[in-house]
């Protein structure tokens, strides 16, 4: 029962990003993000479209949502298994390389 509400006031304080992540668009298809936190704040380098916006996803540094146009693939590789693994990630994180921070202990950056 804890859990369940910290569960529930995590998804509250976080935007209820995982409620609202899968938004059916006009056309009946799923779409990922209902808007781009970069295009809104760049309305002159507003790159985006419908089908960048298809694309998108929350960048996992930020949790901002981002269209496909604004995200970077970051690569990594683990400590434990040496395995190379990727991610999408906006491009304002990494511009600040704000990625870089993310889970330093396994993880030994690439790009």
């Known amino acids: 029962m804890i859990i369940c ?62 269209c496909r146009s604004h995200l970077s693939v970051v690569r990594w590789r683990w400590r434990e298994s040496g395995m190379v693994d990727s991610a999408l990630v906006c491009r304002e994180c990494v511009r600040t390389y704000a990625h870089r921070s993310w889970d330093v202990f396994r993880r030994d950056w690439i790009t």
Not at 24 to 39: F, Q
Not at 45 to 51: E, I, L, V
Request: hydrophobic share 35%.
């Open 5 to 66: 509400v910290f569960c529930v006031i995590l998804c509250w304080i976080g935007g209820a990003t995982a409620v609202s992540r899968f938004y059916p668009a006009s056309d009946g298809k799923i779409m990922t993000v209902n808007y781009c936190y970069i295009c809104n704040q760049h309305p002159d380098d507003r790159s985006g479209s419908d089908a960048a916006l298809a694309e998108g996803d929350y960048c996992p540094i930020c949790n901002q949502p981002a």
